[in-house]
């Protein structure tokens, strides 16, 4: 069963910029479309941004032109670039297939935008 580990969240200053990483345990992953989720506080899992196999992205709107996820199908690995980081993107990101969620989640990663 495939597993996913994501990583690199921390804190940062509204305007600052983060990398994001999420680890798939096979290579069966590049099989899958997938997505970033993220949850804020009180508040349901949310999709972010997905990307299909074929590396075609599409963007919540509250992100665009703010963030960009990639993937790299060697590295059974899926980013997301977040720049012009805002309060509201305070939450706890994970990744998962798009759009049926159907890998069990990872720890996800605590991103806080905060001054």
């Known amino acids: 069963q495939l597993r996913l580990v994501e990583s690199g969240g921390g804190l940062v200053q509204p305007g600052g910029s983060l990398r994001l990483s999420c680890v798939a345990s096979?290579?069966?992953?590049?099989?899958?479309?997938a997505a970033w989720y993220r949850q804020r506080a009180g508040n349901e899992r949310e999709l972010v941004a997905s990307i299909t196999r074929d590396n075609d992205p599409v963007y919540e709107d509250s992100v665009k032109g703010r963030f960009t996820i990639s993937r790299d199908h060697a590295k059974n690995t899926v980013y997301l670039q977040m720049n012009s980081l805002k309060p509201e993107d305070t939450g706890v990101y994970s990744c998962?297939?798009?759009?049926?969620?159907?890998?069990?989640w990872g720890q996800g990663t605590q991103v806080t935008v905060s001054s």
């Open positions: 998962n297939s798009y759009p049926d969620r159907a890998i069990p």
């Open positions: 096979g290579s069966i992953f590049r099989l899958y479309a």
